[in-house]
């Protein structure tokens, strides 16, 4: 099927461009970014070879649903929405730091529990835990932000402040609004018939000084969510939970040889696979949006996005 893989944009008053794992976001004047989201599939940091049909559409607005509903208590970057792949919005200075919280040992968490560890970024994690059991508070696990593409690390709320990566003005408010969308997020989840087991987000700020949330937000990509119902009877049962994410993903690829690292080859995916991670983007599109995916035209996604972009950025 038609995906889009890579761009090569030259908008009205187009100063530069960044290419993400999944992303490219174009900066118009040095006042608004245009963040195209692709069909990349990134795994363990590393960009699969093969787009997934739909994935940017999908990502791009969830993301964009919840930063209109979040916005009330937190503000953020987004101004509008002149294609299904694509955001525009305000520049910002990222901060190097991406705020994970994990409200269950689910994951990554569940990883190091298993072997052994009960301190995450600095964050104790209680004994006598299993895997997927919900945490009695949620902690906040933060990783340094990579900028060249090589993997994402864990840190320390000390270390960010020591290292004078954020400072401790900041680093108070990202963890507030951290908090406080995951609060959100699990509560518009509730509402669905789902958990949201794990997410992270990533902050900014204006020119003016204005700390804001920035890129996706409780998207399949940045998220975890399980089924509610028979959540607590697959516990009990010791069975593993039904879940929305792209934890599937990671979990084939681990099947089949591949965690990322050096020397591992990345396993031949099929049409078919591709197209059943499509399906299950679209399943979580519905069951967290609770609406029907409509979508988009892909005959000629790429000049459907650039006719799109240009007409929104000539009549500003």
């Not at 093969?50 to 930063?67: R, V």
């Not at 983007?281 to 459907?304: Q, S």
Request: with cysteine; hydrophobic share 35%.
């Amino acid at each position: 099927m038609n995906t889009i893989t890579t761009t090569n944009f030259n908008f009205p008053n187009q100063k530069s461009v960044y290419r993400g794992k999944v992303r490219e976001v174009y900066n118009i004047n040095d006042q608004l970014l245009v963040m195209v989201a692709t069909d990349r599939l990134s795994a363990f940091d590393v960009v699969m070879p093969k787009g997934i049909p739909y994935k940017g559409q999908i990502l791009n607005q969830i993301a964009t649903k919840f930063m209109q509903l979040t916005e009330d208590i937190v503000p953020n970057w987004l101004i509008a929405t002149p294609d299904p792949n694509v955001a525009v919005g305000h520049l910002c200075e990222p901060f190097k730091v991406e705020m994970v919280i994990r409200g269950y040992v689910s994951g990554h968490a569940a990883r190091e529990y298993a072997i052994g560890k009960r301190m995450l970024c600095g964050v104790e994690m209680t004994e006598g835990l299993k895997e997927n059991d919900k945490f009695p508070t949620p902690i906040i696990t933060p990783t340094t932000k990579a900028d060249n593409g090589s993997h994402d690390e864990d840190i320390s709320r000390e270390a960010i402040l020591e290292k004078g990566i954020v400072s401790e003005e900041d680093y108070l408010i990202l963890e507030k609004y951290t908090r406080a969308l995951y609060q959100r997020g699990t509560e518009i989840a509730a509402s669905r018939g789902l958990i949201l087991v794990d997410t992270k987000y990533e902050f900014g700020k204006t020119k003016d000084g204005k700390i804001v949330l920035i890129d996706e937000i409780h998207t399949p990509d940045s998220s975890r969510y399980f089924y509610a119902d028979g959540y607590q009877e697959r516990q009990n049962n010791n069975e593993e939970q039904k879940q929305l994410s792209k934890e599937f993903v990671r979990r084939w690829l681990i099947e089949n040889g591949f965690q990322g690292k050096d020397g591992q080859q990345i396993p031949d995916m099929t049409d078919d696979y591709i197209e059943s991670v499509s399906e299950r983007y679209i399943e979580l599109y519905e069951n967290i949006l609770g609406e029907k995916f409509v979508k988009a035209d892909i005959t000629n996604i790429n000049e459907r996005i650039e006719a799109n972009v240009v007409s929104y950025l000539k009549n500003l």
